[in-house]
Each structure stands twice: as structure tokens, then as C-alpha cells.
């Protein structure tokens, strides 16, 4: 069964820094590509960054510079670096696991909450 969890998530002060984990489980990692999305409140869910099954990175405007994704195949599991933390990065954090053929699998998210 497939499975995507994510964790990590917290209350930091802006300017702050937090890594977010996600692990996941029942599929071959290494075939995947993965992504990191937020949905702040009263938002739509949007793209923070994406790493390719070969690692190839993106990352939103927003984010450059500041978040960096990478990914431990030996682990399956995939990371968020997020520096320099502002409030406007507060949002529930999902990861995305997408194959090569068929359908995503998301997380369940996890909260980052940065305060001002």
C-alpha cells in the first residue's frame, strides 16, 4: 500500500528555519518524482518545489533561495530546508509522490506556523 507522511512541521519565529521530512512507503522511491505544496488559510494549494526521479529541482518565485528540496533514495524519504522563514510561509505543507504511469499519492500535510 502506498503511503506518504510528512513531518517536521512546527512554530518557528520569522527568520527562522525548519526541515521537513517526508517518508514514504510501498512503492519504488526511486522512480518518483516528489514534490513539496502549501495551502496557507484562506488559499488554494500551490507548488513550493519539485525534485525529479533524477533530482532534477524547481522552485516557486516565492521560495528561491530560501527552501531548498533534496531526496535520500536509500531512505525514501525527501526533505524541505526551509531558511529565512517569513509569516506569509505559514501553511499545512503536503508531499507529493508522482510515478511514472497512474496516480498521485499526497500526505496528509503537516503545519508550519511562522510568527512575526
Known amino acids: 500500500q502506498v503511503r506518504v507522511v510528512e513531518s517536521g512541521g512546527g512554530l518557528v519565529h520569522a527568520g527562522g528555519s525548519l526541515r521537513l521530512s517526508c517518508t514514504a512507503s510501498?512503492?519504488?522511491?526511486?522512480?518518483?518524482?516528489m514534490a513539496w505544496y502549501r495551502q496557507g488559510p484562506g488559499k488554494q494549494r500551490e507548488l513550493v518545489a519539485r525534485?525529479?526521479?533524477?533530482?532534477?529541482?524547481n522552485y516557486a518565485d516565492s521560495v528561491k533561495g530560501r527552501f531548498t528540496i533534496s531526496r535520500d533514495n536509500a531512505e525514501n524519504t525527501v526533505y524541505l530546508q526551509m531558511d529565512s522563514l517569513k509569516p506569509e510561509d505559514t501553511a499545512v505543507y503536503f508531499c507529493?509522490?508522482?510515478?511514472?504511469?497512474?496516480?498521485?499519492?499526497w500526505g496528509q500535510g503537516t503545519q508550519v506556523t511562522v510568527s512575526s
Open positions: 510501498g512503492f519504488i522511491f526511486r522512480a518518483y518524482d
Open positions: 507529493k509522490a508522482t510515478p511514472p504511469r497512474g496516480s498521485d499519492n
Open positions: 525534485i525529479s526521479s533524477i533530482g532534477i529541482t
